[in-house]
Each structure stands twice: as C-alpha cells, then as structure tokens.
C-alpha cells in the first residue's frame, strides 16, 4: 500500500517569509507525527496529533510553528516570518494506533520535506 | 529525562563482516519501547524493530540481530556478514508508555566497502 507522502519534497524561501509543508499519513493510521532533521540538532520531534487534536506540541520550537490536522488524515505545518535556522529536513510519520500497549506503534516515516532559508 | 545515547559515529567495515552497533538509553520510566530506524541514502527512515522494556528476549532477523540489556540499559545492533546495501545512518530510539514522541539518538553512519 501507499506509504506516508510529503510535499513538497524540496522548498527554497526567502528569510520572512512563511511556508507550508504538507503531509499524508498511510490510509487508517490515527496518529501522526512531525520531526525535525538538522545537521546541528538531529532527529527533534516537533508535534503528535492523535485524530486531529494535538495532545503535544512540546517540540515546537517558538510560535512561528504551528500545525493542523483535518479529517483526521492530512497535516499541514506552517512556519511563519521564517529564519535560516528553520532549514532542515521536516519529516511525518504516521502510526496505526497512538498507545504502545494496543500494538501496532511503530511510526512509519515520509521521505521528507527540505526547507532551504535564504 | 529521557537519553538516547550512540557512542559510535562512524563505522566502516568491509563486506561481510559482522558489525555491531552500540545504543545506550537513560529513562526513568520502568515501560518504555526502544526502535531502530535505518536511514539509507534515499533519506526515507526505514523501521526495523520494536522491543518493549518489559520484554527481554532478544530477536533475530535473517542477518540482524537485537540484543536488549536492561541491567546495562543497552538496546545493541548487530548486522551479520554485512553487505554494501547495509550501508546507512543507523537511529536508535526511545519512546515512553504515555506520550508517544521519539526520542533518537544521533545515529550511527555504517559504511560497508566491497
């Protein structure tokens, strides 16, 4: 079956202005995850939407971020007034169930999302 | 909180070597799960396994193989005969009962030369 899909897979935007990075998880999952890829920082976990509320968004690095999940499939994270330091690669995952203890709790990852600031 | 620790940076082998890969974790949860990811040049991150802490045994996979040590916090890889397909960023993770992000360590670059 289709995996999880980003898009863009490539974005180049100048310093202020504001994106919006799109992910579609595998068909039924309920949970959905966004991380962040940087040279500096690694693999930084950002938000988790379970359906389409978002329990955490600890990760979130300042307000410029947020996020949205509608119909309980599609994610859209937004980074407003961007900054160099956003570039990275964003990465969605997705899981069939969002509690460890009913199984099926791994994530399955997107090929990405690289944001290039200018 | 909550520490995903690969000591290792990079690894070159030649094919078919056995090659282990080193994941230490700190938590002070007493249920948590450990991963790895696999991480090829593609950039997709590829799962590869789930153990749960409550879960000891280790797991062996055609030519990988899991060894999970409470008692020394280790959650270690090994591929065995490696080949130059297994060359990749390997990610050790950990994720707690409640609260469901990963928490990944800074990955391990296998190289495997022919």
């Known amino acids: 079956g289709a995996g999880v899909s980003q898009s863009p897979s490539n974005k180049v935007t100048e310093k202020g202005k504001d994106v919006e990075l799109r992910c579609d998880p595998i068909?039924?999952?309920?949970?959905l995850y966004w991380y962040r890829q940087s040279l500096g920082q690694g693999l930084e976990f950002l938000i988790y939407?379970?359906?389409?509320?978002?329990?955490?968004k600890s990760g979130l690095p300042s307000d410029r971020f947020s996020a949205e999940r509608t119909g309980g499939s599609v994610s859209t994270l937004t980074i407003q007034r961007t900054q160099q330091e956003d570039s990275a690669v964003y990465l969605c995952?997705?899981?069939?169930?969002?509690?460890?203890?009913?199984?099926?709790?791994?994530?399955?990852f997107g090929p990405g999302t690289r944001l290039t600031v200018t | 909180a909550q520490k995903v620790t690969q000591a290792q940076t990079e690894i070159s082998v030649v094919e078919k070597e056995d090659v282990t890969l080193d994941c230490v974790y700190e938590?002070?949860?007493?249920?948590?799960?450990l991963f790895w990811y696999k991480q090829p040049p593609s950039g997709e991150l590829v799962f590869l396994i789930r153990?749960?802490?409550?879960?000891?045994q280790n797991e062996i996979s055609g030519r990988y193989s899991w060894n999970f040590q409470k008692s020394t916090s280790s959650f270690n890889f090994t591929i065995t005969a490696s080949q130059v397909v297994d060359s990749a960023v390997y990610f050790c993770?950990?994720?707690?009962?409640?609260?469901?992000?990963?928490?990944f360590g800074a990955g391990t670059i296998l190289r495997v030369k022919s």
């Open positions: 938590t002070r949860d007493t249920t948590y799960y």
């Open positions: 995952a997705s899981s069939l169930s969002f509690t460890p203890r009913h199984g099926h709790y791994e994530q399955y």
């Open positions: 939407f379970q359906g389409n509320s978002a329990p955490d």
């Open positions: 993770a950990l994720s707690m009962e409640y609260g469901n992000k990963l928490v």
């Open positions: 153990r749960n802490s409550f879960d000891e």
């Open positions: 068909s039924g999952h309920t949970a």
